[in-house]
């Protein structure tokens, strides 16, 4: 549904971004200032001891200097709930006290099914929960008696019994005046070829199994019967359940990893009941799958590094190897894995049960990243005592290096990988690699040439890192586009594409799509310069952009899309030539041959092509645009010389 002009507004202005974030957080107030509206806490969001997360109350915005989290209370809400836009709008719009918009009668009418779904669910699990108690769920009693679950352990999982009958719950639902159509829907109620109606669970211990608003949307359930074709069974997928897009256990791990804890992965259901009552409570578990895309995105929203904690037989390796396959083209700085796999024969169940929590602890510190595991698939059992076996290996490790899609990510884990094969192979009476290469086993550097002039050494990239040069031309596209707001909707989506890792540059990007469709471009641009605050003002400050020629000339938006239009073009130019290096690179056997330096040479020019200006400079602007160059040029200078040096 639609919302009216100015709903969303008003809404921010009647709810305290700080009332609505404080009840997540505990707020630092040594380094808070509630008078002027500046709040400082722990992030929500990641794990972390100092208060780097700060709440503008004033402005309604906040921002974590540690994981780079930001937004406004719609989207604190959005990412602490676990909720979509729409329901994040509700639940404050209901504590604002504002009624929400008329919605669309379809929309409405699937919601009310879905809540009517819930309460199907809620009956049943409040039905299983009374027959644990009865006469003839004795031996699920002393099954989880075995399993050292006290009887208040098995009320807060809400633990219940399926009786081993076909109609238990449908006469009971029927009884509460539940229609056949939802409880099918439900998925509890399975119908047969004939029409007729049978429990779908059945002599099984139950499980509830609910999302990250701690509805119950599905059930899981554990045979006793060990010649039971399935030992555990999920219901099905319904309107309300979809297995590959939750996670057993997720609002009570979120809100125990946003305290601190680190988030653990399971395999099931007692492995997760396990670890939280021996004290890891930030512990889920997927839902009798391998692990989907859709968790992992999950489980990072719930902490930037999971330990994946596997069982240590076969079967649970088998399990790592999927997830590394999976994870790889998703990896991106600060989010990544790691894998604890349990002694031989073990469950963290077994672990625990034997050698109590301090054992799985030490296991949990032990975790290994997934550059380790990525390894230990590709050589574990295996000999390499030819050039082509070795061949093989670098064939098979650069096909997994080339799926990661960020090229810093993919650059430490060829450094790793180098390290490791060093290891393995020891090669004699040579140095072990130190320095940093594009991707794996490249060999050798040239000598560095001559260092450059003062004026270069002097430079602000004289110790900066090789992205500085492309710095400088997004500095330059921020302030122009923030200067130029009518231009904004004809680069929305080259802006949307760029790569950046400056604060300041993601802060202005931000603030600057915001303002892409505005209704009223004639004022857009003090609304925009307000919203971007000191940000536009530390970037203007900045002598490269002060000499740019649509920085210079605010008032000329001809200028500013042809300057625009070029730089967008040489910086799509230079990460096409970065692309073909690092893949260059990565083919690196041996010497260069000369299809090699072919592909290196056309990079080459490529970017050369790119970085000549597609305008005639005249007059002044020729004179600021070459005062431009020639900065620009001693920077690059200054940089490459570094870059050697080091």
Known sequence: MSLPPGFLDELRNRVSLSGVVGRKVTWDMRKSNQGKGDFWAPCPFHQEKSASFHVDDRKGFYYCF??????????????????????????????????????????????????????VMEEAVRFFRLNLQTGHAAPARDY???????????????????????????????????????????????KGDDGSLYDRFRARIIFPIRDGRGRAISLGGRSLDPNARAKYLNGPETELFDKGRNLFNHAPAREAAGKGKPLVVAEGYMDVIALSEAGFTATVAPLGTAVTEDQLRLMWRIAPEPIIALDGDTAGIRAALRVIDLALPLLEAGQGLRFAVLPQGLDPDDLIKAQGAPAMQRVLDEAQPMVNLLWRRETEGKVFDSPERKAALDKVLRAALKRIADPSIRAHYGEDIKRLRWELFGQQGRRPPQSRASGPFVRGQKAAPEGPTGSARASILAGADAGSTEQLRLSVVMATLALHPRLIDRFEAQLERLHLTDDLHVTLRQVILTHAHDPDPETCGQRLAQAAGPALETLLLQSHVQIAPPIRNRD??????????????????????EQEIAEAMEDVEGLADEGLTWRVSQAVAAQQRAEKSNMEDSSDMGEDRAALSKHLQSLIDGQIWVKRKG
Request: glycine letters at 6%.
């Open 66 to 119: 540690g994981c780079h989290a930001k937004g406004d209370a719609v989207t604190f809400v959005k990412e602490s709930e676990n909720v979509g836009f729409m329901e994040a709008v509700e639940i404050l719009a209901r504590e604002a006290g504002m009624p929400m918009p008329a919605r669309d009668p379809q929309a409405a009418q699937k919601a009310d099914r879905r809540s009517q779904l819930a309460d």
């Open 144 to 190: 989880l008696a075995r399993r050292k679950l006290s009887p208040e352990a098995q009320a807060r999982w809400e633990i219940g019994w399926a009786p081993d009958s076909r109609v238990a719950l449908l006469t009971a639902l029927k009884a509460k005046g539940v229609p056949p159509d939802l409880m099918v829907a439900t998925g509890l109620i399975a």
């Open 556 to 577: 000329d938006d001809e200028l500013a899309l042809m300057c625009l239009a070029e730089e967008f073009a040489k910086l799509e130019a230079r990460r096409g030539h």
